[in-house]
């Protein structure tokens, strides 16, 4: 079998193809999954999701790239309603800590913000990362120690992008010290969790993010966003 030589290394012909672009309907729907992504607060349906479903969802999130291939991610699904409900409870808690934190004009708006979908979505899922996966040394890590929780949020972007082309919505709760979720879920003060997402149905999404649409915030203009060459240097 021929092999193609790359640096020292040589590697199986049978692991290369050609990396030309994608169709133009490939692309397109690319692009739509990317743009018609939303963070879903309050609008999942109660039907479950197929497990073949989910376990397409789930491929895709482990397809994610990782620092060293280190996959450090792990994946926990969460049906069962009392726990859901003792997870709700540290939200609502943690939820009144977050609000008196803004202005009083702002936390009255903020109180009125749907933050999340834990009791109503069909599943949940603790999204985490084992730090210790793949060694003391991991190539690529060496220097930056916390590219293994980036790896982790490519699963989760990946997740929540084939989610969307599945017709499945996805909602991320941010608003609890991650150690709230350890004594309910079990999780070892060792693994770090990254996200608890909130996932299901939906029949109706924001054409904008919903932040944006309720006037609580808006999209920043790309071309402030990006230098040229250094910091602060605009492009053209």
Not at 97 to 105: I, N
Not at 182 to 207: H, S
Request: proline share 6%.
């Amino acid at each position: 079998m021929r092999l193609a030589e790359h640096g020292d290394d040589a590697v199986d012909e049978a692991d290369l193809a050609p990396a030309g672009a994608f169709s133009p309907e490939e692309r397109a729907a690319v692009y739509r999954a990317i743009h018609a992504r939303r963070d879903v607060r309050d609008e999942f349906l109660p039907r479950p999701i197929p497990d073949a479903m989910l376990t397409r969802i789930l491929e895709a999130a482990h397809h994610a790239p990782s620092v060293g291939l280190s996959q450090p991610w792990n994946f926990i699904l969460i049906r069962d309603q009392a726990t859901k409900t003792q997870v709700h409870d540290v939200f609502l808690h943690r939820n009144e800590e977050a609000a008196q934190m803004f202005s009083e004009t702002r936390g009255a708006r903020y109180r009125q913000l749907k933050l999340e979908g834990i009791r109503k979505a069909p599943l949940n899922i603790c999204v985490t990362c084992d730090r210790a996966r793949g060694g003391r040394v991991v190539l690529g890590k060496t220097h930056q120690p916390d590219t293994d929780l980036y790896s982790t949020v490519c699963a989760i972007q990946n997740l929540w992008l084939a989610a969307r082309a599945e017709g499945i919505g996805v909602g991320w709760v941010s608003i609890f010290d991650p150690d709230d979720l350890r004594p309910i879920l079990g999780i070892p003060a060792e693994i770090a969790v990254v996200a608890y997402l909130c996932v299901g149905f939906v029949d109706q999404l924001f054409v904008r993010p919903e932040l944006e649409a309720r006037q609580w915030a808006e999209r920043l203009p790309l071309d402030d966003l990006v230098f040229e060459g250094a910091w602060g240097k605009m492009r053209g």
